[in-house]
């Protein structure tokens, strides 16, 4: 049960766009199309973003999307903000016998 | 309001056992699968152990099984997770969360606990 593989980092201006990548293998990510992605402030519970690959929960702004390909999922982040500085995450449902597995997450920083 | 509130959390020496409890309200609890995720200080999330609605199909991680057992009580709506042969390796903060919907993947968790922190030392 190997987490999910993400950038330890990721950076950029107001404005710009980022993306962030995690990859899996054939029995989590690339199995299923049920990858999620999480949003997570300094001592506060996750928050949910993208789910089923490229679903937004409502109040989700549209500059969140998720996409993917192969064995590896992504998170777009269009129009950087400052409040989209913050921890991500991305999850993905890996069977009945792993069940769920976390990426190792990814710090966004907005310069 | 959907809420999830967690307790039970405290300092306990390694070989030990714990009990964490997760209240829930505002849905119908018995409707949905639960799941428990940890965050060890400064570092990630890592999902731990998840059970169905009827609490029937239990799932663990590797790292827990064997030492930890999830369980429901749905007559009080509230979701447990006992914690037996601790390590300090399972210190962290433990979220209770729940799917968004009761058919979804249990990967899409929108409602979260605030956390209960768990520390192994002795």
């Known amino acids: 049960q190997s987490a999910l593989t993400q950038p330890r980092s990721v950076s950029g201006s107001p404005g710009q766009s980022v993306t962030i990548s995690c990859t899996g293998t054939?029995?989590?990510?690339?199995?299923?199309?049920?990858v999620s992605w999480y949003q997570q402030r300094p001592g506060k519970a996750p928050k949910l973003m993208v789910y089923?690959?490229?679903k937004r929960p409502s109040g989700v702004p549209d500059r969140f999307s998720g996409s993917k390909s192969g064995n590896t999922a992504s998170l777009t982040i269009s129009g950087l903000q400052a409040e989209d500085e913050a921890a991500y995450y991305c999850?993905?449902?890996?069977?009945?016998?792993?069940?769920?597995?976390f990426g190792g997450g990814t710090k966004l920083t907005v310069l | 309001e959907v809420q999830l509130l967690e307790s039970g959390g405290g300092l306990i020496q390694p070989g030990g056992s714990l009990r964490l409890s997760c209240a829930a309200s505002g849905f119908t609890f018995s409707s949905f699968a639960m799941s428990w995720v940890r965050q060890t200080p400064g570092k990630g999330l890592e999902w731990v152990s998840g059970?169905?609605?009827?609490?029937?199909?239990?799932y663990y991680a590797d790292s827990v099984k064997g030492r930890f057992t999830i369980s429901r009580d749905n007559s009080k709506n509230t979701l447990f997770l006992q914690m037996d042969s601790l390590r300090a390796e399972d210190t962290a903060v433990y979220y209770c969360?729940?799917?968004?919907?009761?058919?979804?993947?249990?990967?899409?968790?929108?409602?979260w606990g605030q956390g209960t922190t768990v520390t192994v030392s002795s």
């Open positions: 999850c993905s449902f890996a069977g009945s016998y792993t069940y769920v597995i």
């Open positions: 059970i169905s609605g009827s609490g029937v199909s239990t």
């Open positions: 054939s029995s989590d990510v690339g199995g299923y199309n049920f």
């Open positions: 969360s729940r799917p968004r919907a009761p058919l979804a993947s249990p990967d899409g968790m929108d409602v």
């Open positions: 089923d690959v490229n």
